[in-house]
Structure formats: structure tokens, C-alpha cells
């Protein structure tokens, strides 16, 4: 499978296995470890998690997952994310917290979790409205510099955000994970595809397949996209998934889909997106059959 470069020192597969789906399947530690050694055999190396799954269980899961054939740990590359706090009791709420003190202390705790010496890819989760970019930028870099991690970005930034916390850290940003797919434009209407385009950096994309919605969606405003959707799958004999993921990734940002999926076989169906080179007017029957979307 194709390599992308996020960075010189990092590199992920071209689709991305998501992690978060396990815990909450309650797959065993080795099912899930099993799991991992299935894509690496299908050439997906590139995995994606962070501390708010299950709770910080997920982490967890997936160190005793490596912990049970450890040469795993040489073979693939692992994302995190921190910087949201799920209410936990009575008296939490849910909030976010990029305190510099709180980045290294989740970092060190990630790393326990996961049972790895570093992290490949370590991501800022949400916005936060008290971010301190400065403060953010230094801890991050003090993750760095102790080898806890060996690249950071963000995830669901906005431009100007992404750009704010970029000025103050002593590495570029490798990344920012956001969602796309044939349900959501945000990220193209907003700006961020133009800006990580102009940047140079390749997004993580999240929910590239609308969180398997459209399949299930029985609006009457949705049945043009998803007749479209399994039309193209009949021309390019395929699948209407197969069809919606290569969408996404034929976008020139250079978009990277994490796909969630837990299962093989709709997994290895997956991997033949990037091998179906849609047309360019297809691509515009996609877009233009969204309930949302008009070109102008």
C-alpha cells in the first residue's frame, strides 16, 4: 500500500485502521492483537486512537493487545489524541484541558497505556476556547524533546487555529485529523482543504464513510446520493462504500481516511478505494446529488 509523509520522520499508510470501535465491541486483547497482525498483512500499518476512547480503556486494550506479540510495536505506527475530559462523576462535567501540565501528563500516560517507548503521532483532539497556543506549543515540544512522541498536530481545527499554534512550536504541525465524506463539506466550504493544501499537509480524515448514515438513511432528500452512490458502483463494478471512500480520497488535498470498521472482510472490500480512480465528472454527480450542495 501507498505511503504517506506526514513528516521526515513519519509516515502512515493510505487508509488508516480506527480504533476506537474495539472496546466498545468488547474485543479481547487477543482480537484485537489478531486484528492488528490482519492489517499489516494488507499492507495497513497506521493506526489510530485517543485518550477519550472508552474512557482511556481503549489505550489500554490496545497495550495488551501488543503486549502479547511485541514485535507489533516495530511494525506500525500509532496516533493519539488528548485535550478532552469526559465526566467521569457526579461532580465532573465534560471539558476540554490543553494545559501545557496536562498535555505531557496525558502524553505519559498514553504512552503507559499503550505500552509503547514513543508516539508516532500525537494529536491535540478539539479546540479549546481557553487554548493557550503558546503554552500548547511549548508542551508539546517538551514532549518532543523527551522523546515521548516524534510529531504533533491537531485535530478539528479551524485555519486560523491551526495556523496560531503552528507560529509558536519549534517543529511544523504534521496533521489535522478532520471529517469529509459524501455527507459532510465543512472542511471544503470553510477553507481548511484550501489552507492545508496551500501548507503543504496532509489531513486525517475521520468519518469518511458518514458514519455509515447514508446506507440507513431513509429521508427522501438523501435518495438521489445514495442512487447515485450504487449507481457508480454498478460502472466501476464495485461497492456503494467502495465508491463513497474513493470519493474522499480523490480529493487533491491528499486526504488520508481512518476507517473504523471491525470487521475483515467489509475491512479488505475498503482497501480496493484507492485502486478506483473515479472520474472527474463522477465525482461532481457525488457532490452535486448531496441535498446541501449546488455549484454556482
Same mark, same amino acid.
Given at each position: 500500500m501507498k505511503k504517506i509523509s506526514l513528516s521526515e520522520h513519519v509516515q502512515v499508510s493510505s487508509i488508516i485502521q480506527g480504533m476506537m470501535g474495539f472496546k466498545r465491541e468488547k474485543f479481547s486483547p487477543k482480537e484485537v492483537m489478531e486484528m492488528i497482525v490482519h492489517r499489516l498483512a494488507h499492507g495497513v500499518d497506521t493506526f489510530d486512537t485517543a485518550q477519550l476512547y472508552g474512557l482511556g480503556d481503549n489505550e489500554r486494550l490496545i497495550g495488551e493487545a501488543l503486549a502479547l506479540n511485541p514485535q507489533l510495536k516495530h511494525q506500525s505506527t500509532w496516533i493519539t489524541k488528548t485535550g478532552i475530559v469526559p465526566k467521569l462523576s457526579e461532580d465532573d462535567i465534560w471539558h476540554y484541558d490543553t494545559r501545557g501540565k496536562s498535555i505531557i501528563k496525558a502524553c505519559e500516560e498514553s504512552l503507559e497505556k499503550l505500552g509503547l517507548k514513543? @508516539?508516532?503521532?500525537?494529536?491535540?483532539? +478539539?479546540?479549546?476556547?481557553? @487554548?493557550?497556543?503558546?503554552?500548547?506549543? $511549548?508542551?508539546?515540544?517538551?514532549?518532543?524533546? +523527551? /522523546?515521548?512522541?516524534?510529531?504533533? /498536530?491537531?485535530?478539528?481545527f479551524d485555519p486560523m487555529k491551526f495556523d496560531a499554534l503552528n507560529a509558536f512550536t $519549534?517543529?511544523?504541525?504534521?496533521?489535522? %485529523?478532520?471529517?469529509?465524506?459524501?455527507?459532510?463539506?465543512?472542511?471544503?466550504?470553510? /477553507?481548511?482543504?484550501?489552507?492545508?493544501? $496551500? %501548507? $503543504?499537509v496532509h489531513p486525517l480524515i475521520w468519518g469518511p464513510l458518514a458514519q455509515n448514515r447514508l446506507m440507513h438513511h431513509d429521508s427522501p432528500e438523501y435518495k438521489p446520493l445514495i442512487e447515485t452512490l450504487y449507481s457508480l458502483s454498478l460502472k466501476y463494478h464495485t461497492t456503494p462504500e467502495v465508491i463513497a471512500l474513493s470519493f474522499v480520497m480523490h480529493h487533491p488535498v491528499g486526504a488520508v481516511p481512518i476507517i473504523g470498521t471491525t470487521k475483515n472482510d467489509r475491512f479488505e472490500n475498503l482497501l480496493l478505494s484507492p485502486m478506483i480512480q473515479i472520474d472527474h465528472q463522477d465525482w461532481f454527480k457525488i457532490y452535486i446529488s448531496h441535498p446541501n450542495r449546488r455549484l454556482r
Amino acid at each position: 500500500m501507498k505511503k504517506i509523509s506526514l513528516s521526515e520522520h513519519v509516515q502512515v499508510s493510505s487508509i488508516i485502521q480506527g480504533m476506537m470501535g474495539f472496546k466498545r465491541e468488547k474485543f479481547s486483547p487477543k482480537e484485537v492483537m489478531e486484528m492488528i497482525v490482519h492489517r499489516l498483512a494488507h499492507g495497513v500499518d497506521t493506526f489510530d486512537t485517543a485518550q477519550l476512547y472508552g474512557l482511556g480503556d481503549n489505550e489500554r486494550l490496545i497495550g495488551e493487545a501488543l503486549a502479547l506479540n511485541p514485535q507489533l510495536k516495530h511494525q506500525s505506527t500509532w496516533i493519539t489524541k488528548t485535550g478532552i475530559v469526559p465526566k467521569l462523576s457526579e461532580d465532573d462535567i465534560w471539558h476540554y484541558d490543553t494545559r501545557g501540565k496536562s498535555i505531557i501528563k496525558a502524553c505519559e500516560e498514553s504512552l503507559e497505556k499503550l505500552g509503547l517507548k514513543s @508516539i508516532d503521532v500525537f494529536l491535540v483532539h +478539539r479546540e479549546d476556547p481557553l @487554548i493557550h497556543h503558546e503554552e500548547v506549543a $511549548k508542551a508539546l515540544d517538551e514532549c518532543m524533546n +523527551r /522523546g515521548y512522541i516524534k510529531s504533533y /498536530g491537531v485535530s478539528n481545527f479551524d485555519p486560523m487555529k491551526f495556523d496560531a499554534l503552528n507560529a509558536f512550536t $519549534k517543529h511544523p504541525l504534521v496533521t489535522n %485529523q478532520i471529517e469529509f465524506s459524501v455527507d459532510c463539506f465543512e472542511h471544503i466550504d470553510n /477553507g481548511n482543504f484550501d489552507y492545508l493544501q $496551500k %501548507q $503543504k499537509v496532509h489531513p486525517l480524515i475521520w468519518g469518511p464513510l458518514a458514519q455509515n448514515r447514508l446506507m440507513h438513511h431513509d429521508s427522501p432528500e438523501y435518495k438521489p446520493l445514495i442512487e447515485t452512490l450504487y449507481s457508480l458502483s454498478l460502472k466501476y463494478h464495485t461497492t456503494p462504500e467502495v465508491i463513497a471512500l474513493s470519493f474522499v480520497m480523490h480529493h487533491p488535498v491528499g486526504a488520508v481516511p481512518i476507517i473504523g470498521t471491525t470487521k475483515n472482510d467489509r475491512f479488505e472490500n475498503l482497501l480496493l478505494s484507492p485502486m478506483i480512480q473515479i472520474d472527474h465528472q463522477d465525482w461532481f454527480k457525488i457532490y452535486i446529488s448531496h441535498p446541501n450542495r449546488r455549484l454556482r
